[in-house]
């Protein structure tokens, strides 16, 4: 009888500390999270409160793992696996510690960047400042990773401390051969680190690769992704943007000037037609109003080439003004002057040759 009233006296205590120790860390999350909230709806111009509630679940881990190291010798279980249980839960904690320190300093960095990019007038700039973030933050994510699986294996079980010992005598020897067989990733992860504190390529660039025009998405360690125009995506190593040319139309600042080419014929009137693109981009968003002109740039036996030029604040916007001055000339001179359009001369009458 006396056993059965020990055995559930233990695991009423047993109940009580970990029913206890859930209940009190859940209040303090809720608690923290109602604070932030309250302090992100008294400042809504600061981001940084907004961002810190996305920490909820690490938080929540790293409160509820501590609190139960601490309490778990109050369950007086005297188990033989307490000291495998001791140290899982001291393992748990220290991730969990480094998953929301992570976690807390990708919330401020996007503070700071949202607020940054609110004030600054130099997009290249913030763009810059993007890239150099999400890539600090990937290689401490992953430094971090590491060194907490190092120290929970090295300090926190004594048991591996002898293989760890193994390995780290062994580490100049695995280097070596690392190095030499992974030669293709080192050099991508050199050449992000070339990208993210140098200013070849930021995210959101305006790039054309491989015949291919869009926008940087995203640059990892060994990975860059370009969107093009049409939503696919041009996936191509880091590497490549430093040994091989590309053009960076967004280097050296947004604006642009666009040309547009046409083939017209000699009687073409080239006066008036330079008068309707001014008078049409006078009326156009796209335009920045910064310089515009029309001349004829080649002559042959069979016609001339136009070219119009025109400037825009943006890639996207020149892109669109090209197509959409193209379309506005070719259908304006087909109105008022379809014969400056060149055209084939058929060949009526000719009698097919004699076999």
Not at 76 to 91: C, F, G, H, M, W
Request: net charge neutral; proline share 5%.
């Amino acid at each position: 009888m006396g056993k059965e009233l020990d055995a559930v006296e233990n695991v009423l205590r047993l109940l009580i500390v970990l029913g206890g120790t859930l209940a009190v860390t859940i209040a303090i999350g809720w608690a923290i999270d109602r604070g932030l909230r309250y302090w992100s709806a008294r400042h809504p111009k600061t981001p940084i409160p907004g961002l810190l509630r996305r920490v909820q679940l690490p938080l929540q881990l790293f409160l509820g793992f501590a609190a139960l190291r601490m309490t778990y010798p109050l369950a007086d279980l005297n188990l033989r696996q307490d000291t495998v249980i001791l140290s899982v839960l001291a393992t748990m904690v220290t991730m969990s510690a480094v998953w929301l320190v992570v976690r807390i300093a990708d919330a401020v960095a996007d503070g700071l960047l949202n607020t940054y990019s609110r004030r600054a007038r130099d997009p290249r700039r913030v763009r810059q400042l993007n890239t150099q973030f999400t890539l600090i933050r990937r290689i401490s994510s992953t430094v971090l990773a590491i060194a907490t699986a190092a120290i929970a294996m090295l300090v926190l079980f004594p048991g591996l401390r002898v293989l760890g010992t193994s390995l780290l005598a062994s580490a100049g020897i695995i280097g070596i051969i690392a190095g030499v067989a992974a030669q293709s990733t080192l050099s991508n992860l050199m050449a992000g680190l070339q990208i993210a504190f140098g200013d070849s390529v930021k995210i959101g660039d305006t790039v054309v690769v491989e015949g291919e025009m869009g926008t940087v998405e995203e640059i990892t360690l060994s990975f860059l992704t370009v969107r093009i125009w049409d939503d696919r995506r041009l996936t191509m190593p880091v590497s490549y943007f430093n040994s091989k040319p590309y053009e960076n139309w967004s280097k050296g600042g947004n604006e642009m000037t666009g040309t547009v080419f046409l083939h017209l014929d000699h009687s073409t009137p080239v006066a008036e037609l330079r008068a309707r693109l001014y008078e049409y981009l006078s009326d156009h968003p796209d335009w920045d109003g910064r310089s515009w002109n029309l001349l004829v740039t080649d002559s042959t036996p069979t016609g001339i080439e136009v070219r119009a030029s025109m400037t825009a604040r943006d890639p996207d916007a020149v892109w669109s003004l090209r197509c959409a001055v193209r379309e506005e000339l070719i259908g304006w001179l087909n109105e008022n002057y379809p014969g400056a359009l060149p055209r084939l001369a058929a060949l009526d009458g000719l009698d097919a040759p004699a076999r």
